[in-house]
């Protein structure tokens, strides 16, 4: 089966491990990637807070590929990602003067006939029919993570049907028990890191990291599970300074969900790129004998 | 701390109020300060007196000055975690962009000058080239908070800002998180339009319904 693929600009440069890892994972459970031609950015949420024309009109470029793509559908790692273009397909398809003033410029028109995918929701079926299971043989026992999935997994600023419960979502859950990990329950898996105060306003952002990283801990996590690369690269990179504001000496592993798929598969380690984490996250596998 | 009393401007109240709930598409007139979104917002002890349902009081009362201009605007992460649990669907998260996209075209200095050169910079380097350079987009972040500081003779914040963002760069290097692959975008004159279009609608303060 061949879908399209959307990674945008953090899974190029400073996730590429991301990027590398959903190729691989998804190309074993028979799921072929096709890299939208000429995609740009999306605008993120510096966009949909600054300007509301672009944060739609940007998006829209990358629709209009899509649909030209003669592909159904398209998956997006990213939550930044898929959250405005979902935002800017509901957008257009309801206000037919924005989707003319919009077309009026692209090449390839939006139609709005793409069906956007969340990395969980390509592979949520694949888990449910036991091929996932099938071809992650690999148990990973002594895993105890916690699934953080942050804001834009699951929450719209427009009515957009989840896929997922809004306030207690299972989907990375149902994926971790094909591999045979129980994930633990805990209070923050939809709150907020902060996302870009971890750089304009890092005080805020070192206390929304707090509350999260002192549950996970509290809860007897020994690492974190996520799809958002802006979740990864926070929790993983301030992970030091949040420590030291809660005092907490303990670090947890901040995993992409691609990362545990990818070992629970046998793929090696340099492979999936898992050397490139800001805290270790090589050192717990080789503990708990997973590699 | 307590909320100071608010003073209801008749005049400039109902413009204000409509303007707001025609660019945010959201019908601030439902809100019955059952404080939902207050109790979820994860920036809430980091505003002061102005959490979400506070903040469509002070549109409905008209104190356009202080809704323009205040912690919750600046600090609001977009999370929407307060539109998600509202009883009455009123994304006040899409209230907060509005008002800051309104402060600007007013031109009032922001209240978190930082917030404003990063999304700035971010979207100057997505015209650029079309897609995000990490590298300019901090580049020109820093360069904006340089000249800042500077201008403000502020040499904490300097310093800083130096140490935490060398400590980001080198780890990110060391971790080989940085890439320094140059993405341009082929159809960069199509970007480049919907930029011109965009700024047209600025300009002329054509406002954009979120409505439908």
């Given at each position: 089966m061949e879908i399209g693929y959307f990674p945008g600009c953090t899974l190029h440069a400073s996730s590429r491990l991301y990027d590398v890892q959903t190729k691989e994972v998804l190309g074993e459970l028979g799921i072929d990637l096709r890299e939208l031609e000429d995609w740009n950015c999306c605008g993120a949420t510096s966009a949909s807070k600054t300007d509301d024309f672009l944060a739609i009109a940007l998006p829209a470029r990358n629709l209009g590929i899509a649909d030209a793509s003669g592909l159904s559908e398209m998956v997006i790692p990213c939550s930044a990602c898929y959250s405005r273009m979902l935002v800017a397909q509901s957008r257009m398809a309801s206000n037919e003067k924005l989707k003319a003033e919009i077309n009026e410029e692209l090449s390839e028109k939006v139609k709005g006939d793409i069906k956007i995918r969340s990395i969980l929701e390509v592979m949520i079926p694949k888990a449910e029919s036991g091929e996932l299971a099938e071809k992650a043989t690999k148990k990973l026992k002594g895993l105890k993570p916690v699934c953080y999935y942050g804001c834009l997994q699951t929450r719209f600023p427009l009515d957009i049907p989840v896929?997922?419960?809004?306030?207690?979502?299972?989907g990375m859950e149902i994926l971790l028990k094909a591999l045979g990990v129980k994930a633990l329950d805990w209070s923050y898996k939809t709150d907020c890191c902060g996302a870009s105060a971890a750089v304009n306003d890092a005080d805020t952002a070192i206390r929304l990291m707090s509350r999260i990283f002192k549950d996970a801990v509290a809860r007897g996590a020994n690492c974190f599970v996520t799809t958002c690369p802006m979740c990864q690269l926070n929790m993983d990179a301030y992970q030091n300074d949040v420590g030291e504001a809660c005092g907490i000496s303990e670090r947890l592993p901040v995993y992409f969900i691609t990362e545990l798929i990818g070992v629970a598969m046998g793929k090696p380690v340099k492979e999936l790129q898992i050397d490139r984490h800001f805290v270790d996250a090589v050192g717990l596998l080789k503990e708990l004998d997973l590699i | 701390m307590t909320a100071p009393v608010l003073k209801f401007e008749s005049e400039t109240a109902q413009s204000f109020l409509e303007e707001v709930m025609s660019r945010s598409g959201?019908?601030?007139?439902?809100?019955?300060?059952?404080?939902r979104c207050a109790a979820g917002c994860p920036v809430g002890e980091e505003t002061g007196y102005v959490t979400p349902d506070r903040l469509i009081r002070m549109i409905l009362f008209g104190d356009r000055e202080k809704a323009l201009s205040n912690d919750l605007v600046w600090k609001c992460t977009s999370c929407y975690t307060c539109g998600t649990r509202c009883p009455n669907e009123i994304q006040t998260a899409r209230i907060t962009e509005t008002l800051k996209q309104m402060s600007k075209e007013e031109h009032i200095a922001p209240l978190a000058p930082k917030v404003a050169a990063f999304h700035h910079a971010f979207l100057t380097s997505t015209r650029h080239l079309g897609r995000l350079n990490e590298l300019e987009f901090m580049g020109l972040y820093e360069i904006k908070n340089t000249f800042k500081d500077l201008w403000h003779l502020n040499f904490k914040s300097l310093y800083n800002e130096g140490i935490s963002q060398t400590k980001l760069g080198l780890a990110m290097t060391k971790n080989k998180r940085m890439h320094f692959l140059i993405e341009k975008v082929k159809g960069l004159s199509e970007i480049k339009r919907l930029y011109k279009k965009a700024k047209k609608k600025r300009d002329s303060k054509e406002i954009l319904p979120d409505q439908g």
């Amino acid at each position: 089966m061949e879908i399209g693929y959307f990674p945008g600009c953090t899974l190029h440069a400073s996730s590429r491990l991301y990027d590398v890892q959903t190729k691989e994972v998804l190309g074993e459970l028979g799921i072929d990637l096709r890299e939208l031609e000429d995609w740009n950015c999306c605008g993120a949420t510096s966009a949909s807070k600054t300007d509301d024309f672009l944060a739609i009109a940007l998006p829209a470029r990358n629709l209009g590929i899509a649909d030209a793509s003669g592909l159904s559908e398209m998956v997006i790692p990213c939550s930044a990602c898929y959250s405005r273009m979902l935002v800017a397909q509901s957008r257009m398809a309801s206000n037919e003067k924005l989707k003319a003033e919009i077309n009026e410029e692209l090449s390839e028109k939006v139609k709005g006939d793409i069906k956007i995918r969340s990395i969980l929701e390509v592979m949520i079926p694949k888990a449910e029919s036991g091929e996932l299971a099938e071809k992650a043989t690999k148990k990973l026992k002594g895993l105890k993570p916690v699934c953080y999935y942050g804001c834009l997994q699951t929450r719209f600023p427009l009515d957009i049907p989840v896929p997922d419960d809004v306030e207690n979502p299972q989907g990375m859950e149902i994926l971790l028990k094909a591999l045979g990990v129980k994930a633990l329950d805990w209070s923050y898996k939809t709150d907020c890191c902060g996302a870009s105060a971890a750089v304009n306003d890092a005080d805020t952002a070192i206390r929304l990291m707090s509350r999260i990283f002192k549950d996970a801990v509290a809860r007897g996590a020994n690492c974190f599970v996520t799809t958002c690369p802006m979740c990864q690269l926070n929790m993983d990179a301030y992970q030091n300074d949040v420590g030291e504001a809660c005092g907490i000496s303990e670090r947890l592993p901040v995993y992409f969900i691609t990362e545990l798929i990818g070992v629970a598969m046998g793929k090696p380690v340099k492979e999936l790129q898992i050397d490139r984490h800001f805290v270790d996250a090589v050192g717990l596998l080789k503990e708990l004998d997973l590699i | 701390m307590t909320a100071p009393v608010l003073k209801f401007e008749s005049e400039t109240a109902q413009s204000f109020l409509e303007e707001v709930m025609s660019r945010s598409g959201q019908n601030i007139i439902a809100c019955y300060q059952c404080r939902r979104c207050a109790a979820g917002c994860p920036v809430g002890e980091e505003t002061g007196y102005v959490t979400p349902d506070r903040l469509i009081r002070m549109i409905l009362f008209g104190d356009r000055e202080k809704a323009l201009s205040n912690d919750l605007v600046w600090k609001c992460t977009s999370c929407y975690t307060c539109g998600t649990r509202c009883p009455n669907e009123i994304q006040t998260a899409r209230i907060t962009e509005t008002l800051k996209q309104m402060s600007k075209e007013e031109h009032i200095a922001p209240l978190a000058p930082k917030v404003a050169a990063f999304h700035h910079a971010f979207l100057t380097s997505t015209r650029h080239l079309g897609r995000l350079n990490e590298l300019e987009f901090m580049g020109l972040y820093e360069i904006k908070n340089t000249f800042k500081d500077l201008w403000h003779l502020n040499f904490k914040s300097l310093y800083n800002e130096g140490i935490s963002q060398t400590k980001l760069g080198l780890a990110m290097t060391k971790n080989k998180r940085m890439h320094f692959l140059i993405e341009k975008v082929k159809g960069l004159s199509e970007i480049k339009r919907l930029y011109k279009k965009a700024k047209k609608k600025r300009d002329s303060k054509e406002i954009l319904p979120d409505q439908g």
